[in-house]
C-alpha cells in the first residue's frame, strides 16, 4: 500500500513538472508547408547546441498563443502551419557545456501569414557561436524561392 | 586566464573612465571614439579595408543589427560560492549617410551589475563601427571596440563589414 502512495505521488509529481514546464509538442496535424531546415555546430567538443522552435498564433493585435514546440532534432523537419493565418515563430537555440556547468539559450523570432497555395522554407543554424534563420517563400510547385522579412509583430 | 562574462561586463565601463582619465563616462559616439583614442584600457581600434561598397555594408548593418542586437540578455553563473543574475539590454543603432554608415551599440545593465557613474539612457557604449568609402566597391573600417572578449559579436560584426558568413552572434557566450 505504501509502494501504491509513492508511485502515484512520483507520477502527481511528473504531471505536474511537465505541465509547469509550459513547453508541449506542437500537434503538427496540418498539411505540411513549411520545411525547416537546421545546422548546429557549436565549435567545441565540450559544448552542444539544441534548436527548437516555438510556435504561436497571432491575433490582429500582435497578441501571441502559444500552440506548442517543434524540436529541430533532425536535418530537415515538415511542420503544418494553418494556411491564410499569421504566424510568430520563435526559434530557440540552447546551448550547454559540460565542463563549465554553464547553459544559455538565445535565438530570434519571425512572424509571417501563411498564404494558401504557396509553402515556406526556414533556414535555421547555429555555428560556433553565430546563429541565423533565413524565411524563403515559394509558390506551390515553383523553384523560385524569395527571401522574406522577419516581420513587424513583435510581441515578445 | 580567460575573464569571466561578469568581469568583463564591469571592467569594460571602468576601463573606459580611467583611459579618458575623467570621471565622466562617455554620453555619444564622439566621446567614446575620443576615449578609445586616447588609449583607454582593454579597449583598441582596429582598422582594415573590405572589397564591398559602403552603401552595401550599411545594408548589412540594417538588415542584421535591429534582429541581431537589440535584445534582452540574461545570464544566471552559480558556483558553491557564488550566484550572479545578470540582465542587460543591448540597443544598437545604424547611422546610414550617402558617404558614410556608423553602427553603434549601448550596452545597459539592468540588474547584476551596478552602473557607477552616469550613463546615456540606452546604457554605456560598447562599440563604434565607422565605414567609409575608398574606392567604388571598397571601403574603409574603424572598429571602435573592447579587446577582450565579446567574441562572437566582434566576429559577426566583422563578418556583417565583409559580407561572409552573416548571422547574428550568440550574446549568451
Not at chain 1, 567545441?44 to 522552435?53: C, I, Y
Not at chain 1, 501571441?64 to 494553418?82: C, Q, S
Request: hydrophobic letters at 35%; glycine letters at 8%; a positive charge.
Amino acid at each position: 500500500m505504501k509502494r501504491l502512495s509513492l508511485i502515484v505521488a512520483a507520477l502527481v509529481l511528473a504531471l505536474l513538472a511537465g505541465g509547469c514546464s509550459g513547453i508541449f509538442p506542437y500537434k503538427n496535424d496540418l498539411d505540411k508547408n513549411l520545411t525547416v531546415r537546421t545546422k548546429t555546430d557549436s565549435g567545441s567538443f565540450f559544448t552542444s547546441v539544441k534548436a527548437r522552435v516555438d510556435i504561436y498564433s497571432v491575433d490582429d493585435a500582435c497578441k501571441v498563443t502559444y500552440r506548442g514546440t517543434v524540436d529541430l532534432k533532425r536535418p530537415e523537419v515538415a511542420i503544418g502551419l494553418p494556411a491564410g493565418s499569421p504566424n510568430y515563430l520563435d526559434f530557440v537555440f540552447s546551448s550547454s557545456s559540460f565542463l563549465a556547468n554553464a547553459k544559455g539559450s538565445t535565438g530570434f523570432d519571425l512572424f509571417f501569414v501563411t498564404r494558401p497555395g504557396h509553402e515556406y522554407v526556414a533556414e535555421a543554424s547555429y555555428v560556433d557561436g553565430i546563429y541565423d534563420v533565413i524565411l524563403k517563400e515559394r509558390k506551390n510547385g515553383s523553384n523560385k524561392l524569395r527571401e522574406l522579412d522577419f516581420g513587424e509583430c513583435r510581441p515578445k | 586566464m580567460k575573464p569571466t562574462r561578469f568581469a568583463l561586463l564591469v571592467l569594460l565601463p571602468a576601463a573606459l573612465l580611467a583611459g579618458g582619465c575623467v570621471g565622466k563616462m562617455p554620453q555619444n559616439p564622439d566621446e567614446f571614439r575620443q576615449a578609445l583614442t586616447e588609449g583607454a584600457f582593454l579597449t583598441k581600434i582596429d582598422t582594415y579595408e573590405v572589397d564591398r561598397s559602403t552603401a552595401e555594408i550599411g545594408k548589412t548593418f540594417k538588415k542584421y543589427a535591429p534582429k541581431c542586437l537589440d535584445k534582452r540578455i540574461e545570464t544566471i553563473s552559480q558556483t558553491r560560492t557564488s550566484y550572479q543574475h545578470i540582465i542587460t539590454k543591448y540597443t544598437p543603432t545604424v547611422v546610414a549617410g550617402r558617404d558614410r554608415v556608423e553602427l553603434h551599440l549601448q550596452e545597459k545593465h539592468e540588474q547584476g551589475v551596478l552602473a557607477v557613474y552616469e550613463e546615456p539612457e540606452a546604457g554605456h557604449y560598447m562599440l563604434v563601427v565607422d565605414v567609409t568609402p575608398v574606392g567604388k566597391n571598397r571601403s574603409k573600417v574603424e572598429f571602435y571596440r573592447p579587446s577582450m572578449g565579446f567574441k562572437n559579436m566582434m566576429t559577426a560584426i566583422e563578418n556583417w563589414t565583409r559580407g561572409e558568413n552573416l548571422g547574428c552572434p550568440d550574446l549568451t557566450k
